[in-house]
């Protein structure tokens, strides 16, 4: 027989049923004795845990019968800790604080930023607007980590274990908490050369019209009539589109924060009236608002600081200052 190994006769009916109590003990159980034994009574320990003193003794003569061990000897006047008792001691204080460790830590979570955020954004906001928002939320927090995925897709945050995300444009998904962060206008807009080889188009014009989409045939409206397009030019990049219409390939619809420098330096022209063609909403979205932990919560505070620059076609410029 394997040293240390039972033989079958060992395992008697009696030592199976301690062995069955022993794996049944409740951590609760020994924080509670571990009290008991600090405060030196029941009714000390009860205080403290915020039950009655009859509990407090119940649970605690449970613990005994469960472990098959006396650990305190009672008296009408006090309570004397048994030399068993007194080592059981010693392992539930350390059980004690490390719960006790473990509860502050998980809670200042939700006072201060601390961990991994994991989030996605859209590619060319996150190229944009991310970079300031993150540099001066770790700055602030240093106990925060940040990890971004920039994705140009549907993100299931669930499967994919992220905490937030960026969203731009309609919503599909009901079962996620969407917080609106502002609004982004598009404009129509075509480069000088352009208007002067093929003529400012009026809105029932913009069908023959050449123009820079991000699809084959995409409907479009502007100044309320629909029209639909047949792009001389497909990209899925907005940045590619706005220098199409740059260098005079056609009109292309993109956000003001990306044509706002262009516009009013004359590179570019707002064709179809002073009006947005559309208006996208930015949201942020995460799973659940149920204790919100803190670095999901003040991060999407810190973002939505980040939308206003992106509302007005003549917002501040983007480019350096000599």
């Known amino acids: 027989m394997w040293a240390g190994q039972l033989s079958d006769n060992a395992l008697t009916p009696g030592l199976f049923v301690r062995l069955a109590l022993t794996a049944m003990i409740s951590p609760a159980d020994m924080v509670l004795f571990a009290a008991v034994v600090r405060e030196g009574s029941f009714s000390g320990a009860a205080r403290q845990l915020g039950i009655t003193k009859q509990t407090t003794s119940e649970r605690i003569g449970k613990l005994e ?16 800790v048994t030399g068993s008792g007194a080592m059981y001691f010693e392992r539930c204080s350390a059980i004690a604080a490390q719960i ?51 994705a140009d897709r549907r993100i299931n945050l669930i499967e994919e274990g992220l905490d937030l995300a960026i969203h731009i444009g309609p919503l599909d998904d009901s079962s996620l908490v969407s917080r609106k962060l502002g609004e982004a206008p598009v404009y129509c807009v075509a480069s000088p050369g352009y208007l ?35 792009p001389v030019l497909i990209v899925n990049d907005l940045e590619v589109a706005c220098e199409a219409a740059l260098a005079g390939v056609g009109i292309a619809r993109v956000p003001a924060f990306l044509c706002r ?3 009013r330096d004359g590179r570019l022209k707002v064709v179809f009236g002073p009006k ?12 659940s608002r149920l ?18 620059p992106m509302l007005s076609l003549h917002g501040p410029s983007r480019r350096k200052r000599s």
């Not at 590619?123 to 540099?135: C, I, T």
Request: net charge positive; charged share 25%; hydrophobic share 45%.
């Open 65 to 80: 019968k469960q472990l098959g061990v006396r650990l305190l000897e009672r008296t009408t006047r006090r309570l004397r």
């Open 100 to 150: 006790d460790e473990a509860n502050k830590e998980v809670q200042q979570q939700q006072v201060e930023p601390v961990g991994l955020l994991r989030m996605s954004s859209p590619m060319l906001y996150g190229r944009r607007y991310l970079a300031p928002v993150v540099s001066k939320f770790l700055g602030r927090y240093p106990k925060a980590r940040i990890e971004v995925v920039l």
């Open 196 to 230: 002067s080889k093929h003529g400012v188009p009026r809105a029932q014009d913009l069908a023959s019209a050449r123009c820079v989409g991000f699809s084959a045939f995409e409907t479009w409206q502007v100044a309320g009539v629909k029209s639909r397009i047949d």
């Open 261 to 263: 420098d262009a516009v």
């Open 276 to 287: 947005p063609a559309m208006v996208r909403t930015v949201y942020a979205l995460y799973p």
């Open 291 to 308: 204790n919100l932990p803190a670095r999901v919560r003040l991060f999407v505070d810190a973002m939505a600081t980040l939308v206003e």
